[in-house]
T-cell receptor, first 114, second 111 residues
Framework: GAVVSQHPSWVICKSGTSVKIECRSL??????MFWYRQFPKQSLMLMAT?????????EQGVEKDKFLINHASLTLSTLTVTSAHPEDSSFYIC??????????FGSGTRLTVV | SQQGEEDPQALSIQEGENATMNCSYK?????LQWYRQNSGRGLVHLIL?????REKHSGRLRVTLDTSKKSSSLLITASRAADTASYFC???????????FGQGTRLTINP
């Protein structure tokens, strides 16, 4: 079956630094990838949709300059949280959508900003 | 953005009982999916029901879809302690190629 690998699974960083999260589709080509954020005891909120080779489409209220998304290939998308602050601490989950695989989710990254 | 509401927000039942969760959505859909999430972990896909289907079964799971009411329900029969998790519905459609999640139901199965 389709597998999406997300790294790291957890990261702790200092306030003001940047953190990069990778999302890879291992055995299929993902034309579209999605990034979600989930705060404790809440649902998944879609942050942005990225298509390979083009700029990401951000949901309303999501700062595109703070959450940089790069989808350089059909198997890799990255989310960089720039100048992270404690309020950015959250669970970030990616999802990849391939032609024959539907939506496949990564295992998530728990970001803690101290 | 959230697609809609799920109810109840939290449900606590005894092992062996059936658990029913409901989901409502706002836009037209291509399909509706249910996912399970254990605390602090990723999502597990449970079942997908297409907009032209009314009911679907998978093991102990039964999903219904009423497009006229824009609602769906997930029934878990003969619940087990391992079913303790959060359950989310997610919709795909309405012209947008993206999956949007409901608020979720936190299910607790008491042994």
């Amino acid at each position: 079956g389709a597998v999406v690998s997300q790294h790291p699974s957890w990261v702790i960083c200092k306030s003001g630094t940047s953190v990069k999260i990778e999302c890879r589709s291992l055995d299929f080509q993902a034309t579209t990838m999605f990034w979600y954020r989930q705060f404790p005891k809440q649902s998944l909120m879609l942050m942005a949709t990225s298509n390979e080779g083009s700029k990401a489409t951000y949901e309303q209220g999501v700062e595109k300059d703070k959450f940089l998304i790069n989808h350089a290939s059909l198997t890799l998308s990255t989310l960089t949280v720039t100048s992270a602050h404690p309020e950015d601490s959250s669970f970030y989950i990616c999802s990849a959508n391939g032609a024959n695989y539907g939506y496949t989710f990564g295992s998530g990254t728990r970001l803690t900003v101290v | 953005s959230q697609q809609g509401e799920e109810d109840p927000q939290a449900l606590s039942i005894q092992e062996g009982e059936n658990a029913t969760m409901n989901c409502s959505y706002k836009t037209s859909i291509n399909n509706l999916q249910w996912y399970r999430q254990n605390s602090g972990r990723g999502l597990v896909h449970l079942i997908l029901i297409r907009s032209n289907e009314r009911e679907k079964h998978s093991g102990r799971l039964r999903v219904t879809l009423d497009t006229s009411k824009k609602s769906s329900s997930l029934l878990i029969t003969a619940s087990r302690a391992a079913d303790t998790a959060s359950y989310f519905c997610a919709t795909d459609g309405g012209g947008a190629q993206k999956l949007v999640f409901g608020q979720g139901t936190r299910l607790t199965i008491n042994p």
